[in-house]
T-cell receptor, first 113, second 117 residues
Framework: DTAVSQTPKYLVTQMGNDKSIKCEQN?????MYWYKQDSKKFLKIMFS???????INETVPNRFSPKSPDKAHLNLHINSLELGDSAVYFC????????????FGPGTRLTVL | AQKVTQAQTEISVVEKEDVTLDCVYE???????LFWYKQPPSGELVFLIR??????QNEISGRYSWNFQKSTSSFNFTITASQVVDSAVYFC??????????????FGKGITLSVRP
């Protein structure tokens, strides 16, 4: 009965590769997010989608491309991976945009070698 | 612009001690929402509480309590009789109402709490 799930949990890859992280929520929420948590544990929003529409793009390099095929899924594709992309990526969802709590997935630890 | 400051970076206590985690926020809005999240060593982010700016009542949930003071722009979190399982990183976060469709959670840098047996 996982509310927000992400795959894979761990991702180890070489610089220059392209990779994707998938996220699904079964909470019936309208809004989904991607966050990046760096090595110092700092959490920063990258994107948010509401009903499949991109709402926030927080000055993320265009090597990162989110895709929302439906409102229960928000995938993150990363092209030409760089060392600095190594981080934990969290997907989250909420019923509404600002006032509701966000439910987070378990995170995907990306390591770029 | 919205900002959350968690000035304490690491706190270490002995089990059964009380501990308070501080959170100070900045916002232009009169309507906003404050949150606390817990990130245990296993890595997941767990929602603890949400408070809107019009509700200054303090909240208690078991050993956890929250003190919201608009006058000092603070939303502090106290754990009473701490336990080893409370060891985690705790994040305070803020969301503003006026940004509407662009509202987002801004997180503080987190406080690492270690509870020693």
């Amino acid at each position: 009965d996982t509310a927000v799930s992400q795959t894979p949990k761990y991702l180890v890859t070489q610089m220059g590769n392209d990779k994707s992280i998938k996220c699904e929520q079964n909470l019936g929420h309208d809004t989904m997010y991607w966050y990046k948590q760096d090595s110092k544990k700092f959490l920063k929003i990258m994107f948010s989608y509401n009903n499949k529409e991109l709402i926030i793009n927080e000055t993320v390099p265009n090597r990162f491309s989110p895709k929302s095929p439906d409102k229960a899924h928000l995938n993150l594709h990363i092209n030409s991976l760089e060392l600095g992309d190594s981080a934990v990526y969290f997907c989250a969802s909420s019923q509404d945009r600002g006032q509701d709590e966000q439910f987070f997935g378990p995170g995907t630890r990306l390591t770029v070698l | 612009a919205q900002k959350v400051t968690q000035a304490q970076t690491e706190i270490s206590v002995v089990e059964k001690e009380d501990v308070t985690l501080d959170c100070v926020y900045e916002t232009r809005d009169t309507t906003y929402y404050l949150f606390w999240y817990k990130q245990p060593p296993s890595g997941e982010l767990v929602f603890l509480i949400r408070r809107n700016s019009f509700d200054e009542q303090n909240e208690i949930s078991g050993r956890y309590s929250w003190n919201f003071q608009k006058s000092t722009s603070s939303f502090n979190f106290t754990i009473t009789a701490s336990q080893v399982v409370d060891s985690a990183v705790y994040f305070c976060a803020l969301s503003e109402e006026h940004t509407g469709a662009n509202s987002k959670l801004t997180f503080g840098k987190g406080i690492t709490l270690s509870v020693r047996p």
